[in-house]
């Protein structure tokens, strides 16, 4: 709340309404946030809910489960931030509610980065845009007057629109979480996909400073403090590395490197 009333009082300051933000006083402080640890989806319960989505939002779970993207952001993406050549994703806008209208934003902390994109979405995302056309939506940018900027949308609604999160929560994702047999509370909206990418590149050891970048973080200790209890301690990796070299050695005689790659 009070980062919503700061937000307001900021606007005001911007309008000349008030001279200055009470919240920014040194005698205002946040009430201190209960750590809650992330408990990723398994599996089995993204899969579920990807397969139990209308066909037409399948591959918008993929970008998330396998991209990491917010919400807003997988909304936003065009088939124009795809380099299939390069094996990367551009992630450029997110699409965002003002008072009662969409415009296009910049990605949350304003600044524009890449993801890499494996082979797998490759094909899945090839797959959806040759079923669905993307559709050229025309949107103000970041603000209501402004300028409108146009975008080829990979995900939109049948009517070709910009997706907004509230009807497609309600129509779809709330659905698709109980016939998945998943709860209707806010732990699993949408960004659980995003803690389920993290989840699984933490635990096939990828950088924290690498992971990060992609989920968008400007600084890795808070990548850290969200999902440190998810990177596999020493004896975890250990134990992983040796079954792996165990199970390679039936393969027949190998060096002790070619065994744990």
Known sequence: MLTTLSMVMNA??????????????????APKVPDR??????????????DALPERYRALADVGRWLGLRQGEAFGLAVEDVDFLRRVVHVRRQVKRLANSLVFAPPKGGK???????????????????????????????????AH???????????????TRTPFTQKHWHPALREAGLSVERQNGFH???????????????????????????????TLRVYAHLVP?????????????????????????EAGR
């Open 233 to 257: 301690d020493a004896a975890d990796r250990m134990r992983t590395v040796i079954d792996k070299a165990a199970r390679s050695e039936a393969d027949g005689p190998g060096t002790a490197q």
């Open 192 to 222: 659980a996909l995003r803690h389920y990418f993290a989840s699984t590149l933490l635990y096939d050891g990828v950088d924290i400073r690498a992971l990060a970048v992609y989920l968008g973080h400007h600084d890795p200790a808070f």
């Open 149 to 163: 900027a146009t975008a080829r949308l990979l995900f939109t609604t049948v009517e070709g629109r910009a997706i």
């Open 37 to 50: 640890k992330v408990v990723p989806w398994t599996a089995g319960q993204v899969r579920a809910v990807r």
């Open 12 to 29: 005001a300051v911007d309008d000349g309404l008030v001279n200055r933000n009470p919240c920014s006083a040194r005698s205002v402080r």
């Open 112 to 146: 524009d980065r890449e993801v890499p994109l494996p082979d797998s979405l490759g094909l899945l995302l090839s797959a959806h845009i040759a079923a669905r056309s993307p559709a050229a939506v025309a949107l103000p940018w970041r603000s209501l007057d402004a």
